[in-house]
């Protein structure tokens, strides 16, 4: 029976086997981020040859320490691995993370094999090897060795590649995004995709999870870990073509598999298959700030025409509807809009629309019984008020947050210059979700209302 | 016989019927943007009750000028244009912008077909009704109402949708996109989508002309222009779906048609059908400054194995291969990463890849037979180093642009935050393309391998 997780994201006493004076060293940066972390625990470098490293005491070996040890990183040469597992064992060591490379991955399976038989039927978890180790951001703790600091929110990280794993911490802050934790599973020796999700199924910090993988191993538990997990799952699935997969064997040394098998083994379980990162991101922002669709009907406001086009088009093409208001409300869009205009789904406020238009339009939506979901669009037509927009947005989704019956998703989106990305940092920072594009727009949307559909099945089954 | 659209963009004399000095009206600001440009014309304002505005002098009615006028602007209540256009024909003005709006985008057909009876059999050109207008970049003419300012450059837009016409040109400038003319065509009462296509195709300024239509008129003749035309066209057709398209017929009057028809007619014809405007864009600036490529054959540069992968599936999902190197190549790049790494495509630089590695790689692949286009790619995974891997791009896209057999485009995408975004804009500034996701990266390829197999048929014909 394996251990759950816990004392691995929250250990009391962590080792950095490998810690190193020397500031070029992977077990300098690993040692220096646990010391950067705000999270009290105790820390333990061992180091044979050192007396004490960034002012802390350092040990000969891990056996030397008296305290019961939660969490031991690794990050040494990939040969001496083997003995430090084996005295993690005899130190009844709780959790390993094996940052050090050399193994599968370059095609030493017999060095990862070695490992393996030492930790079979031993109380102990272990990450990696090959990988960057974790930042749990719920708790301010960083077990990984490169530098990056991701803000605290509610989005879980799952990376089989390192550097994407440490591409998403820049990502996620530059679309002020929270991160619960986020975690590279490197070649996946024991702790897999599945644990993770199992674990962060139960995480009170995570609301949404996402999994960068190339490859899985145990497909069946993967399946199993999705379908009971009770947060939507976003994957991106990388070695999708021919050349892909080829690519993915001479990176992780995990096979691929067929590409069919595994949309068809995700989004069967539950999850939503993202065509990459960006996706995956804007996905997660609008599941993470956003309550989830009921349905498929969505109702459009936009001060420009053919944006509304763009965003019906991009509605449909991807299985949402834009169907016809009811008459109260087109009723009350009649009077808020220029005599010209016709009241219709997409809502045109016509150009120089400000804060009332856009207010009292996505205050009707959100009370009309047709529509399950809200996009509100801007086009700088040179009479276009962004402040105003914004403002509007701002004010709708705190009154989203306020009432129950209110409780649709509102995604924005905007065709426009640096006037627009000012305040479209204004509205990330507000948690709102605001998409460049009519297409990203619509596919985040998407995934709400698959998260509506999820939980409804959810439902059903109690 | 229609007259070509010369004296059109490059008038000696422009009137504004309907210029005010009240600076709320479409008068008032029209004449001021054509104050504020840097075009050496005449200029006459047309205003029965002044005698001067904004400094210059005003005249009762047209038929007092004594110049013949090469381009009159008409802003004034719909119901009064008809007059004005028989002042025109009397006046032998040549090309007539009506800006006003009020006619078959309102389905008042009437008063459209009044005007369409006024000059039919004439020797006059006219753009609208409903219409931004245009602005001239290369000549520095702004012929609009709204205000913005477009780079100078080569991409010429085509806009059915004034709002989204304006909303382009900060899109354009935000991406360091230059632009030669942007048109708003409104209700293309005579100027429509094909004659503008024509012009383009000849304009010196113009090396890519990008359309965003809600419908067309003349569907044989639209087709005809695009395959005269000697220059890439981008078509963002709007009114895909169902729904879409009961939505343009309500925002122009125009219908959309059977969207399957519009894509076989915009791919047959040899133009590009774009997904959304931000395709467009990110197609237009690929095209405006690099190379096209001549074959589909993609090499991929990268410091992560993971972005490699989903580079690749982008790649091979969009119709481009990712095929294996020649013996040269791989011999000159295991000489340069480090010794873990085995040479491959993607070839994998590995995360601390500084300048020589991209400059090194970059290099053998221009030189390899086997490739036809270049895409270098960064993770920013704690150890990349990006102002390396821009001064890489940068020095290789000088030596491309010298050496004729070094003739492929080359794109550039990373993962990673603001400390790359300020290294964007040197690259985009320099007019190097680079986007930030895996998926827009390889679209942008397809527009390159779309040019190159154009330019194959152009040369057959001849």
């Known amino acids: ?36 972390s705000n999270y009290v625990c105790k820390i333990y470098p061992i180091n044979p040859h050192e007396d004490s490293i960034l002012g802390i005491k350092c040990y000969k070996k891990l056996t030397d320490i008296k305290d019961t040890i939660d969490l031991v990183l690794i990050s040494i040469p990939a040969p ?3 003995q430090i597992m084996r005295e993690c064992i005899t130190k009844k060591v709780k959790n390993v993370i094996i940052i050090s490379s050399g193994f599968s991955e370059i095609g030493n399976n017999e060095l990862e094999d070695q490992i393996k038989h030492i930790i079979k039927n031993q109380n102990i978890r272990v990450l990696g090897p090959n990988t960057m180790g974790y930042k749990n951001a719920s708790d301010s703790l960083d077990a990984s060795f490169v530098f990056g600091v991701p803000r605290k929110g509610n989005v879980a990280l799952i990376s089989q590649s390192g550097a994407l794993g440490i591409g998403m911490i820049y ?21 897999d995709d599945a644990d993770l999700i199992d674990y962060f199924s139960a995480d009170p910090e995570t609301k949404v999870i996402g999994l960068y993988i190339e490859g899985i191993k145990d497909g069946r538990s993967f399946m199993n870990s999705i379908k009971a997990c009770k947060k939507p799952i ?15 064997a001479s990176h992780t040394g995990s096979m691929a598999g067929s590409d069919q098998l595994y949309s068809a083994a995700i989004t069967q379980s539950g999850g939503i298959r993202c065509q990459d990162l960006v996706e995956l991101f804007d996905m997660a922002r609008a599941l993470a700030g956003q309550p989830p669709a009921e349905g498929n009907r969505i109702g459009i406001i936009t001060n420009g025409g053919g944006l509304g086009i763009l965003l019906t088009d991009a509605c449909e093409a991807n299985g949402l509807q834009v169907p016809k208001l009811t008459p109260k409300t087109y009723k009350i869009i009649d009077s808020i809009v220029p005599d010209l205009v016709k009241p219709n789904n997409p809502v045109d406020l ?10 009292a339009s996505t205050r009707a939506l959100l009370a009309d019984p047709n529509i399950d979901g809200i996009i509100i669009a801007s086009v700088h037509g040179g009479y276009a008020r962004p402040q105003e927009f914004t403002g509007a947005i701002l004010k709708m989704v705190r009154e989203q947050r306020l009432h129950e019956e209110f409780k649709k998703p509102l995604l924005a989106t905007w065709v426009g210059g640096k ?8 509205l990330k920072a ?19 209302y698959l998260e509506g ?3 409804k099945r959810e439902a059903q089954k109690t």
Do not use: C
């Open 1 to 36: 029976m394996k251990s759950d997780l816990t004392t691995f994201f929250k250990p009391k006493t962590i080792a950095v086997v490998g810690a190193s004076k020397n500031s070029t060293k992977i077990g300098h940066a690993t040692l220096k981020n646990l010391l950067i």
């Open 80 to 82: 001496l691995v083997p």
């Open 171 to 191: 990502l996620a802050n530059n679309e002020f995004m929270g991160v619960s934790k986020i975690i590279g599973v490197g070649n996946k020796l024991d702790i």
């Open 234 to 248: 976003l994957v991106v699935k990388a070695g999708r073509s021919t050349a892909g997969a080829r690519a993915t």
């Open 350 to 359: 016509v150009a120089d629309a400000g804060f009332y238009r856009y207010e």
């Open 419 to 426: 006037e627009f990305e000012d305040l479209v940092y204004d």
């Open 430 to 448: 507000a948690g709102v979700p605001i998409y460049p594009s009519t297409w990203r727009t619509a596919r985040a949307m998407v995934a709400l």
């Open 453 to 455: 559909q999820r939980l």
